[in-house]
C-alpha cells in the first residue's frame, strides 16, 4: 500500500478558478513534504517543501498547507491559468536517509 | 548555475538489447544523485542514489544497474532489455538528501 495518497487523481477546471489538491501521508518518521510540478513529458520542477513546523508556505500563486497531526497536506491553486496544466506529485521524506515515498500525482487541467 | 543533462530524450530498442543512460550535472560538486522510472499514469520509482563517486544503493531488484565513474555522472545500464523496462526514466540531483531535487527532463523509453 502506497503510503502516500493522493486525491483526486485527476481534476479540470476553467482558467481563473482556484483548486485545491490533496495529500494524505502514513509515513513515520516524518522529515519533510514536499509538491512538485511535472508538466507532460518533462522532469518535475520543486514547488514547495515544508518540515514539521512549517503550516503553510507560498510559492507564488501555489500555497501548501500541512497538518503534521493528521498527516495531510494540501496545494491550494489561484486564479489557474492554462500553463498550471500538469501533474502535480506530492512526496513525503522519511528521517531516514534517501526514503522518500512518492504520490500518484494527481493530473490538473485548466481549460480556457 | 547548476543544470542536468540526460540523454537521449527518446530511444526505441528491441527486447534483449543492452541500455546505456547517461545523466551529467554541472555547477554543482559531490551532489546525491537520482535514478527513476515513471511509468504511465504512475507514480516515480526510485531506482538508485549515490552519495558519492563509486557509492550506488538499488531500491528495487531488477534488471538494471547504474555507475557513477565520476563525481557529476550518473549511467544507468541493462545488459538486456525486457519489455518491462519500459517508461519514463528521470535522473536528479539534490545537494542533501533534505534538499529538493532538480530532474532532468527525462528519457522515453520504448521496448519493442
Same mark, same amino acid.
Given at each position: 500500500?502506497?503510503?502516500?495518497?493522493?486525491?483526486?487523481?485527476?481534476?479540470?477546471?476553467?482558467?481563473?478558478?482556484?483548486?485545491?489538491?490533496?495529500?494524505?501521508?502514513?509515513?513515520?518518521?516524518?522529515?519533510?513534504?514536499?509538491?512538485?510540478?511535472?508538466?507532460?513529458?518533462?522532469?518535475?520542477?520543486?514547488?514547495?517543501?515544508?518540515?514539521?513546523?512549517?503550516?503553510?508556505?507560498?510559492?507564488?500563486?501555489?500555497?501548501?498547507?500541512?497538518?503534521?497531526?493528521?498527516?495531510?497536506?494540501?496545494?491550494?491553486?489561484?486564479?489557474?491559468?492554462?500553463?498550471?496544466?500538469?501533474?502535480?506529485?506530492?512526496?513525503?521524506?522519511?528521517?531516514?536517509?534517501?526514503?522518500?515515498?512518492?504520490?500518484?500525482?494527481?493530473?490538473?487541467?485548466?481549460?480556457? | 548555475?547548476?543544470?542536468?543533462?540526460?540523454?537521449?530524450?527518446?530511444?526505441?530498442?528491441?527486447?534483449?538489447?543492452?541500455?546505456?543512460?547517461?545523466?551529467?550535472?554541472?555547477?554543482?560538486?559531490?551532489?546525491?544523485?537520482?535514478?527513476?522510472?515513471?511509468?504511465?499514469?504512475?507514480? &516515480?520509482?526510485?531506482?538508485?542514489?549515490?552519495?558519492?563517486?563509486?557509492?550506488? /544503493? +538499488?531500491?528495487? @531488484? !531488477?534488471?538494471?544497474?547504474?555507475?557513477?565513474?565520476?563525481?557529476?555522472?550518473?549511467?544507468?545500464?541493462?545488459?538486456?532489455?525486457? &519489455?518491462?523496462?519500459?517508461?519514463?526514466?528521470?535522473?536528479?540531483?539534490?545537494? /542533501? +538528501?533534505?534538499? @529538493? !531535487?532538480?530532474?532532468?527532463?527525462?528519457?522515453?523509453?520504448?521496448?519493442?
Amino acid at each position: 500500500k502506497n503510503q502516500v495518497e493522493q486525491s483526486p487523481q485527476s481534476l479540470i477546471i476553467l482558467e481563473g478558478k482556484n483548486c485545491t489538491l490533496q495529500c494524505n501521508y502514513t509515513v513515520s518518521p516524518f522529515s519533510n513534504l514536499r509538491w512538485y510540478k511535472q508538466d507532460t513529458g518533462r522532469g518535475p520542477v520543486s514547488l514547495t517543501i515544508m518540515t514539521f513546523s512549517e503550516n503553510t508556505k507560498s510559492n507564488g500563486r501555489y500555497t501548501a498547507t500541512l497538518d503534521a497531526d493528521t498527516k495531510q497536506s494540501s496545494l491550494h491553486i489561484t486564479a489557474s491559468q492554462l500553463s498550471d496544466s500538469a501533474s502535480y506529485i506530492c512526496v513525503v521524506l522519511s528521517d531516514s536517509r534517501n526514503d522518500m515515498r512518492f504520490g500518484a500525482g494527481t493530473r490538473l487541467t485548466v481549460k480556457p | 548555475s547548476q543544470t542536468i543533462h540526460q540523454w537521449p530524450a527518446t530511444l526505441v530498442q528491441p527486447v534483449g538489447s543492452p541500455l546505456s543512460l547517461e545523466c551529467t550535472v554541472e555547477g554543482t560538486s559531490n551532489p546525491n544523485l537520482y535514478w527513476y522510472r515513471q511509468a504511465a499514469g504512475r507514480g &516515480l520509482q526510485l531506482l538508485f542514489y549515490s552519495v558519492g563517486i563509486g557509492q550506488i /544503493s +538499488s531500491e528495487v @531488484p !531488477q534488471n538494471l544497474s547504474a555507475s557513477r565513474p565520476q563525481d557529476r555522472q550518473f549511467i544507468l545500464s541493462s545488459k538486456k532489455l525486457l &519489455l518491462s523496462d519500459s517508461g519514463f526514466y528521470l535522473c536528479a540531483w539534490s545537494t /542533501s +538528501s533534505n534538499q @529538493p !531535487q532538480h530532474f532532468g527532463d527525462g528519457t522515453r523509453l520504448s521496448i519493442l
